[in-house]
């Protein structure tokens, strides 16, 4: 799916979701397509996300943080994954330390 | 109905992505193991609590029973708890197995002698307390005896003489 499908889409509901709004709501913000959309798509270049984790991780909430990590399965999935460098990969580790201790607790990121 | 919460979808889904990414992959293991804090989380999820072990027991009797609306929450989350189980101990056979350095790294800590500590307690309550009708039938489909080992989800054999599923 290109990303001019995903912001077709998202224009498309707008006005459905605008109805009764007087303000626009910033539906088309980053953080609105990690929360709405970002969870069902399928990239073949996940190196952005993981840019975006190690630069953001200490700002994302648990939804944005539940739509990566559900891209990043979908997109990772029985494929083999390279050219991935090792700082990419800086948020990942903590995350996952932090998501680990915090799993049985109401715990925030 | 209540789910298990965002954090937690998060972090199965961050495991499984964790392991996706270390299949093959020496390189990505040691550059989520520049020190040995993430496999000690690992450890600590896989020796906690023991009782978790047996939640795979009560994951296939509840599937033969209709949960009621009380249960439902109570089973999601052991459910929850054994996928972050078995998604743990995934990652960490990933991490000792593609990489020589980071199971140097594993083996120079007390880590692998915490987990054997904790399966040699698990064989030892097993082989004490084995449920008779666990011990006891015969696979239809392979003919194998169930009399010596306890039948485990690794048979996937489906049909079984003198045990009621």
Redesign the interface.
Known sequence: MSVSKILKSELQSLPARTKDVKTLPEVLSARQLVDNTLIDLVVTDIRPIFICLAKFHEIL???E??S???C??QS???????G?A?TD?NG??S???R??????T???L | MLTI??????????????I??T???G??C?????DT??VT??T??ITTDPEHYSHAYHQEKDAQTVASAEDAPEQEEREA?FD?LLL?LGLMINFVQESGKVKEMVLSTDLPGQINLLFEKLIARDVRLRPAFLTSGICKSCAGIFGSSPRTSYHSHSEWKGISR
């Open positions: 909430s648990w939804r943080l539940k990566i990590a559900g990043l399965e990772t999935q029985g494929r083999n994954i390279s991935i090792q990969l990942l580790d995350v996952l330390q998501c680990i201790q915090d799993f049985n109401e715990g925030c | 919460a965002d954090s937690q979808k998060a972090t199965l889904g961050l495991l499984r992505v964790s996706n990414l299949n093959s992959n390189e990505v040691e550059a989520l193991n520049r804090s993430l989380a690992l600590d999820i708890n972050l743990s």
